[in-house]
Nanobody
Framework: QVQLVESGGGLVQAGGSLRLSCAASGSIFSINAMGWYRQAPGKQRELVAYIRSGGSTEYADSVKGRFTISRDNAKNTVYLQMNSLKPEDTAVYYC???????????????WGQGTQVTVSS
């Protein structure tokens, strides 16, 4: 059974920092990519950052220079370091993975349960 478990969300003041973690576990053969999306009230879910197996990354323009995505392949874990947080960063943050199960089945849109990030002014 594959799981994506996020942690690290919480309440911080503007200008503060948080580090989100997403650990993948279960019968995983390989992970092609992992990333973070977020959804704020009244808005569509949007990409925050993504990292592929080759190490390439993508960031939303709104977070460039403030957020950094990284991964620990040995732990099947992806991190999102969030600095200089702004109230507009408030959202539920979801971990996403493109992975291959030990059965050979490719899951290219697998989601965690989400973690709330709230930034106060």
């Amino acid at each position: 059974q594959v799981q994506l478990v996020e942690s690290g969300g919480g309440l911080v003041q503007a200008g503060g920092s948080l580090r989100l973690s997403c650990a993948a576990s279960g019968s995983i053969f390989s992970i092609n990519a992992m990333g973070w999306y977020r959804q704020a009230p009244g808005k569509q879910r949007e990409l925050v950052a993504y990292i592929r197996s080759g190490g390439s990354t993508e960031y939303a323009d709104s977070v460039k220079g403030r957020f950094t995505i990284s991964r620990d392949n040995a732990k099947n874990t992806v991190y999102l370091q969030m600095n200089s947080l702004k109230p507009e960063d408030t959202a539920v943050y979801y971990c996403n993975a493109d992975l291959v199960l030990e059965t050979g089945w490719d899951l290219n849109d697998y989601w965690g349960q989400g973690t709330q990030v709230t930034v106060s002014s």
